[in-house]
């Protein structure tokens, strides 16, 4: 999966966002509690695993995210980029001011070691 370099190198704490609905539109917010963060080490193992999610062909499904993660520099700023993970459709919308256009939809490989890592590790961060 590709992720906006400048902002991944400015992250220092990811927030993991357990979905509750949307967003409807790509850019719209998350809506669903904060049920952990990674900071620190986490950060960077965190976002090697993302990055080395590997594309797939999309699936047809109506993009119902689960999970999602919020990137900060500065955690009492607004986040870098934020990301909705919809593991039935392989779909991942990004969107923050520090992601490009050509990123903001992108397809992964839900059944993929770092996929499966990343939902493991976002489903250990908070309730089910």
Do not use: N
């Not at 539109?25 to 976002?47: I, K, N, Q």
């Not at 490009?100 to 397809?107: F, G």
Request: aromatic share 10%; net charge neutral.
């Amino acid at each position: 999966m590709q992720l906006p370099a400048d902002a991944v190198a400015a992250t220092t704490r990811i927030d993991v966002v357990r979905v509750t609905a949307g967003p409807e539109r790509h850019g719209d917010p998350m809506t669903g509690p904060v049920v952990g963060h990674w900071a620190g080490p986490a950060v960077a193992e965190m976002l090697t695993a993302v990055r080395k999610i590997p594309a797939a062909e999309a699936t047809l499904c109506a993009f119902a995210p689960g999970w999602g993660i919020r990137a900060y520099a500065d955690p009492a700023g607004p986040p870098l980029y934020e990301a909705a993970f919809c593991y039935g459709c392989d779909k991942v919308w990004l969107w923050g001011p520090r992601v490009p256009e050509p990123l903001h939809q992108q397809t992964f490989a839900s059944d993929s070691p770092y996929a499966l890592f990343l939902l493991m590790r976002m489903r250990a961060a908070g309730p089910q």
